[in-house]
Protein backbone atom coordinates (compact mmCIF):
# COMPACT_ATOMS: atom_id res chain seq x y z
CA UNK A 1 0.00 0.00 0.00
CA UNK A 2 1.27 3.17 -0.70
CA UNK A 3 1.22 6.69 1.42
CA UNK A 4 1.81 10.29 1.42
CA UNK A 5 3.30 12.38 3.70
CA UNK A 6 3.33 16.37 3.56
CA UNK A 7 5.28 17.27 6.78
CA UNK A 8 4.50 20.51 6.85
CA UNK A 9 0.87 21.46 7.99
CA UNK A 10 1.17 25.54 7.50
CA UNK A 11 3.63 27.22 5.68
CA UNK A 12 4.09 31.04 5.86
CA UNK A 13 5.97 33.29 3.18
CA UNK A 14 6.33 37.04 2.49
CA UNK A 15 5.10 37.96 -0.83
CA UNK A 16 8.41 37.57 -3.79
CA UNK A 17 10.12 34.88 -1.12
CA UNK A 18 10.99 31.50 -2.77
CA UNK A 19 8.96 28.29 -1.33
CA UNK A 20 8.94 24.80 -1.06
CA UNK A 21 6.17 22.44 -0.04
CA UNK A 22 7.54 19.20 0.92
CA UNK A 23 6.01 15.77 0.29
CA UNK A 24 7.58 12.15 0.33
CA UNK A 25 5.66 9.07 -0.28
CA UNK A 26 6.39 5.48 0.20
CA UNK A 27 5.17 2.70 -2.25
CA UNK A 28 7.09 -0.92 -3.08
CA UNK A 29 6.39 -0.36 -7.82
CA UNK A 30 5.92 3.09 -9.51
CA UNK A 31 3.49 5.46 -9.13
CA UNK A 32 2.52 8.60 -10.69
CA UNK A 33 2.85 11.41 -8.63
CA UNK A 34 0.86 14.81 -8.49
CA UNK A 35 0.35 18.12 -6.95
CA UNK A 36 -3.35 19.38 -6.33
CA UNK A 37 -4.38 23.19 -5.34
CA UNK A 38 -7.35 24.10 -3.83
CA UNK A 39 -8.25 28.00 -3.21
CA UNK A 40 -10.44 28.94 -0.26
CA UNK A 41 -14.37 27.43 -1.11
CA UNK A 42 -13.12 25.91 -4.57
CA UNK A 43 -12.41 21.95 -5.35
CA UNK A 44 -8.81 21.03 -6.39
CA UNK A 45 -7.30 21.42 -9.42
CA UNK A 46 -3.82 19.92 -10.75
CA UNK A 47 -0.80 21.96 -10.73
CA UNK A 48 1.22 19.64 -12.11
CA UNK A 49 2.13 15.88 -12.49
CA UNK A 50 5.16 13.43 -12.80
CA UNK A 51 4.08 10.49 -15.37
CA UNK A 52 7.85 9.24 -16.49
CA UNK A 53 10.62 10.91 -18.32
CA UNK A 54 12.46 14.31 -16.85
CA UNK A 55 12.48 14.61 -13.18
CA UNK A 56 11.80 18.49 -12.86
CA UNK A 57 8.38 19.29 -13.99
CA UNK A 58 6.82 22.67 -14.37
CA UNK A 59 3.08 23.23 -13.93
CA UNK A 60 0.66 26.05 -13.86
CA UNK A 61 1.42 29.67 -12.11
CA UNK A 62 4.91 29.49 -12.41
CA UNK A 63 5.19 26.07 -10.00
CA UNK A 64 7.56 23.06 -10.34
CA UNK A 65 8.46 19.94 -8.48
CA UNK A 66 11.54 17.62 -8.69
CA UNK A 67 11.01 13.72 -8.13
CA UNK A 68 13.46 11.93 -6.56
CA UNK A 69 13.29 8.15 -6.73
CA UNK A 70 16.56 7.99 -4.36
CA UNK A 71 14.46 9.95 -1.68
CA UNK A 72 10.69 8.98 -2.28
CA UNK A 73 9.99 12.85 -2.74
CA UNK A 74 8.17 14.97 -4.54
CA UNK A 75 8.83 18.49 -3.76
CA UNK A 76 6.98 21.24 -4.81
CA UNK A 77 8.36 24.95 -5.48
CA UNK A 78 8.13 28.08 -6.66
CA UNK A 79 11.15 30.86 -6.69
CA UNK A 80 8.81 33.99 -5.91
CA UNK A 81 5.40 33.67 -4.38
CA UNK A 82 2.12 35.85 -5.05
CA UNK A 83 -0.41 36.54 -2.94
CA UNK A 84 -2.66 34.89 -4.86
CA UNK A 85 -1.13 31.44 -4.16
CA UNK A 86 -2.62 31.46 -0.63
CA UNK A 87 -4.41 28.27 -1.10
CA UNK A 88 -4.72 24.25 0.65
CA UNK A 89 -2.06 22.09 -1.64
CA UNK A 90 -2.14 18.25 -1.80
CA UNK A 91 0.51 16.04 -2.74
CA UNK A 92 -1.06 12.68 -3.86
CA UNK A 93 0.25 9.31 -5.68
CA UNK A 94 -1.27 7.39 -7.79
CA UNK A 95 -1.25 3.00 -8.24
CA UNK A 96 -2.36 0.91 -10.57
CA UNK A 97 -3.72 -2.23 -8.63
CA UNK A 98 -6.96 -4.47 -9.05
CA UNK A 99 -7.50 -2.46 -12.37
CA UNK A 100 -7.36 1.12 -11.69
CA UNK A 101 -5.91 3.65 -10.59
CA UNK A 102 -5.74 4.15 -6.64
CA UNK A 103 -5.11 7.79 -5.68
CA UNK A 104 -3.56 8.23 -2.40
CA UNK A 105 -3.55 12.17 -0.94
CA UNK A 106 -1.64 13.56 1.65
CA UNK A 107 -2.94 15.97 4.11
CA UNK A 108 -2.17 19.08 2.69
CA UNK A 109 -0.36 21.88 3.61
CA UNK A 110 -1.68 25.41 3.92
CA UNK A 111 0.80 28.14 2.17
CA UNK A 112 -0.35 31.63 3.90
CA UNK A 113 1.74 34.27 1.40
CA UNK A 114 2.20 37.48 3.61
CA UNK A 115 1.81 41.06 2.36
CA UNK B 1 -18.60 24.40 -19.64
CA UNK B 2 -18.29 22.92 -16.15
CA UNK B 3 -16.21 19.95 -16.37
CA UNK B 4 -17.57 18.33 -13.19
CA UNK B 5 -20.89 19.64 -11.29
CA UNK B 6 -22.46 18.75 -8.33
CA UNK B 7 -25.50 19.90 -6.41
CA UNK B 8 -26.57 21.42 -4.26
CA UNK B 9 -23.53 23.28 -3.22
CA UNK B 10 -24.70 24.05 0.25
CA UNK B 11 -26.93 22.15 2.58
CA UNK B 12 -27.99 22.59 5.76
CA UNK B 13 -30.20 20.00 7.24
CA UNK B 14 -30.97 18.90 10.81
CA UNK B 15 -29.88 15.77 12.54
CA UNK B 16 -31.95 12.68 11.38
CA UNK B 17 -32.47 13.80 7.61
CA UNK B 18 -31.87 11.90 4.44
CA UNK B 19 -30.06 14.31 1.89
CA UNK B 20 -29.07 13.67 -1.45
CA UNK B 21 -25.71 14.99 -3.59
CA UNK B 22 -25.94 15.11 -7.24
CA UNK B 23 -22.64 14.71 -9.56
CA UNK B 24 -22.57 14.82 -13.40
CA UNK B 25 -19.39 14.95 -15.75
CA UNK B 26 -19.24 15.48 -19.21
CA UNK B 27 -15.56 14.44 -19.70
CA UNK B 28 -16.18 10.96 -21.09
CA UNK B 29 -14.24 9.33 -18.25
CA UNK B 30 -15.10 6.42 -17.07
CA UNK B 31 -14.76 6.00 -13.38
CA UNK B 32 -16.38 8.68 -10.68
CA UNK B 33 -15.33 9.31 -6.86
CA UNK B 34 -16.74 10.73 -4.37
CA UNK B 35 -14.39 12.37 -1.31
CA UNK B 36 -14.94 13.70 1.97
CA UNK B 37 -13.50 16.72 3.29
CA UNK B 38 -12.84 17.07 7.32
CA UNK B 39 -12.94 20.90 8.75
CA UNK B 40 -9.05 19.81 8.79
CA UNK B 41 -8.81 19.58 5.13
CA UNK B 42 -8.46 15.91 5.43
CA UNK B 43 -9.18 14.23 1.93
CA UNK B 44 -10.86 10.90 2.10
CA UNK B 45 -12.16 8.47 -0.41
CA UNK B 46 -15.27 6.84 -0.09
CA UNK B 47 -16.77 5.02 -3.42
CA UNK B 48 -15.57 4.70 -6.95
CA UNK B 49 -17.46 3.54 -9.69
CA UNK B 50 -16.44 2.46 -12.99
CA UNK B 51 -18.57 2.33 -16.06
CA UNK B 52 -21.97 1.94 -13.20
CA UNK B 53 -20.00 -1.08 -11.33
CA UNK B 54 -18.91 -0.05 -7.42
CA UNK B 55 -14.82 -0.65 -7.51
CA UNK B 56 -13.82 0.90 -4.29
CA UNK B 57 -16.16 1.10 -1.10
CA UNK B 58 -14.38 2.18 2.00
CA UNK B 59 -15.67 1.74 5.51
CA UNK B 60 -18.16 4.19 4.78
CA UNK B 61 -21.37 3.48 7.18
CA UNK B 62 -23.85 1.77 5.19
CA UNK B 63 -26.26 5.27 5.98
CA UNK B 64 -24.28 6.48 2.96
CA UNK B 65 -25.48 4.92 -0.65
CA UNK B 66 -23.91 6.02 -3.64
CA UNK B 67 -25.78 5.59 -7.16
CA UNK B 68 -24.82 5.61 -11.01
CA UNK B 69 -27.15 5.66 -13.19
CA UNK B 70 -24.94 6.03 -15.79
CA UNK B 71 -20.86 6.48 -16.36
CA UNK B 72 -21.58 9.94 -16.31
CA UNK B 73 -23.42 10.99 -13.16
CA UNK B 74 -22.73 9.54 -9.41
CA UNK B 75 -25.26 10.29 -6.96
CA UNK B 76 -24.67 10.32 -2.80
CA UNK B 77 -27.45 9.90 -0.36
CA UNK B 78 -27.55 10.14 3.04
CA UNK B 79 -29.83 8.54 5.51
CA UNK B 80 -30.16 8.95 8.66
CA UNK B 81 -27.51 12.46 9.04
CA UNK B 82 -25.19 12.59 12.13
CA UNK B 83 -23.33 16.05 12.91
CA UNK B 84 -20.69 13.52 12.39
CA UNK B 85 -21.55 13.97 8.72
CA UNK B 86 -20.70 17.60 8.32
CA UNK B 87 -17.98 18.15 5.86
CA UNK B 88 -17.64 19.00 2.31
CA UNK B 89 -18.32 16.18 -0.17
CA UNK B 90 -16.25 16.24 -3.34
CA UNK B 91 -17.16 14.70 -6.75
CA UNK B 92 -14.38 13.41 -9.13
CA UNK B 93 -13.87 12.02 -11.99
CA UNK B 94 -11.18 9.90 -13.87
CA UNK B 95 -10.22 8.25 -17.15
CA UNK B 96 -8.72 4.65 -15.37
CA UNK B 97 -7.23 2.22 -17.86
CA UNK B 98 -4.84 3.69 -19.94
CA UNK B 99 -4.90 6.55 -17.48
CA UNK B 100 -2.93 7.98 -14.83
CA UNK B 101 -5.60 8.65 -11.83
CA UNK B 102 -5.75 12.22 -12.45
CA UNK B 103 -8.68 13.29 -11.21
CA UNK B 104 -10.78 16.18 -11.76
CA UNK B 105 -13.05 17.72 -9.25
CA UNK B 106 -16.30 19.18 -9.02
CA UNK B 107 -16.72 22.55 -6.63
CA UNK B 108 -17.33 20.52 -3.66
CA UNK B 109 -20.71 20.06 -1.54
CA UNK B 110 -20.95 21.60 1.69
CA UNK B 111 -23.25 20.18 3.93
CA UNK B 112 -24.11 21.14 7.63
CA UNK B 113 -25.80 19.11 10.22
CA UNK B 114 -27.78 20.97 12.69
Known amino acids: AQSVTQLDSQVPVFEEAPVELRCNYS??????LFWYVQYPNQGLQLLLK??????LVKGINGFEAEFNKSQTSFHLRKPSVHISDTAEYFC?????????????FGTGTKLQVIP | DTAVSQTPKYLVTQMGNDKSIKCEQN?????MYWYKQDSKKFLKIMFS???????INETVPNRFSPKSPDKAHLNLHINSLELGDSAVYFC?????????????FGEGSRLTVL
Open chain 2, 92 to 104: ASSQDGVGTGELF
Open chain 1, 27 to 32: SSVSVY
Open chain 1, 50 to 55: YLSGST
Open chain 1, 92 to 104: AVSLYSGGYQKVT
Open chain 2, 27 to 31: LGHDT
Open chain 2, 49 to 55: YNNKELI
